[in-house]
């Protein structure tokens, strides 16, 4: 008898060997009774187009894309969502017969972990996102997209945080709210009355620092997120406690973004994301895995 085929998905990015994506995803093909196999694929820096050729034409039905790589998938493909026109990166391709289309789920898994898993709604509040880099530039749009009564960009490099915030503008009026681009030491005086909701999206985390921006800029009961997650986040996350701030790692991001993902190659939709975000947090506190 003839074993059931599996449709195959990876991970590209350089270097990919950390990424928890094959088991997030094996627990969503579980949970929905899909079946398919997820991989790791690593791409040499300077070949990510022949990598992402040959991945498709070895019949595989898809991929997640990460850095460094986001920015170059638009070019690659036939159709880019709304979010990926908006932000000029995308995180997800699926290979259809009628062309490559290509999404980005960052955003949309930061709004669900926010507002599903932390219970925070963000219609009305004031945000301040921190960095204007990729990362930035994917959660943008889909928090504007949540209602937010303003949402203010800062940035070591003033000019960029203006730019990513502009880009943005019509986006957060079409939404009922406001973008206001500035340098980090502006931060409080865009905020006005501080923040409700601070996601921090720059490489602070990777250095082990505490948010670049000054204290006091957090409102009483305010949730500060950042993208990073595992060790790379303590320090932002200590210092968020700090402030007395509810803190989150990316680990609920990642983990809502690939549901998205889950959802957009397979027509289904995970029905369990926090039995799968514990199960990861127990895995990654078990030690290293592969």
């Not at 957090?218 to 968020?240: K, Q």
Request: hydrophobic share 45%; glycine share 10%.
């Amino acid at each position: 008898m003839r074993a059931e085929p599996y449709d195959r998905y990876a991970v590209i990015g350089y270097p990919v060997a950390h990424s928890q994506s094959p088991f997030i995803h094996s627990e969503f093909a579980r949970q929905t009774g899909q079946l398919m196999q997820y991989e790791r694929v690593q791409s040499p820096v300077d070949g990510f187009a022949q990598t992402l050729q040959a991945w498709a034409d070895s019949g595989a039905r898809g991929c997640n894309v990460t850095v460094p790589f986001k920015f170059e998938v638009p070019a690659r493909v036939s159709h880019c969502s709304a979010r990926v026109r908006l932000a000029q990166a995308a995180n997800t391709v699926r290979f259809d017969e009628q062309g490559w289309q290509a999404e980005n789920t960052d955003g949309l898994g930061l709004v669900a972990d926010i507002q599903l898993n932390a219970g925070l709604a963000l219609k009305g509040c004031t945000v301040l996102l921190l960095g204007a880099g990729g990362a930035a530039a994917g959660v943008l749009g889909p928090v504007l997209a949540a209602h937010p009564a303003r949402v203010v960009v800062v940035n070591r490099t003033a000019a960029k945080a203006v730019a990513l915030a502009a880009s943005h503008a019509a986006w957060a009026r079409e939404h009922g709210s406001i973008v206001l681009g500035g340098a980090l030491h502006e931060a409080a005086a865009l905020c006005g009355q501080g923040c409700q909701v601070l996601i921090n999206g720059t490489s602070s985390s990777l250095a082990g620092e505490a948010a670049p921006v000054a204290t006091g800029i957090l409102r009483p009961n305010a949730l500060a997120v950042d993208l990073m997650y595992g060790p790379a986040s303590e320090g932002f996350t200590l210092w968020a406690q700090s402030q007395g701030a509810q803190a989150r790692d990316g680990l609920g991001m990642l983990v809502e973004q690939a549901a998205q993902a889950f959802e957009f190659w397979r027509g289904v939709r995970p029905p369990d994301t926090p039995a799968v975000l514990t199960a990861l947090r127990r895995r990654m506190a078990s030690g290293p895995h592969p």
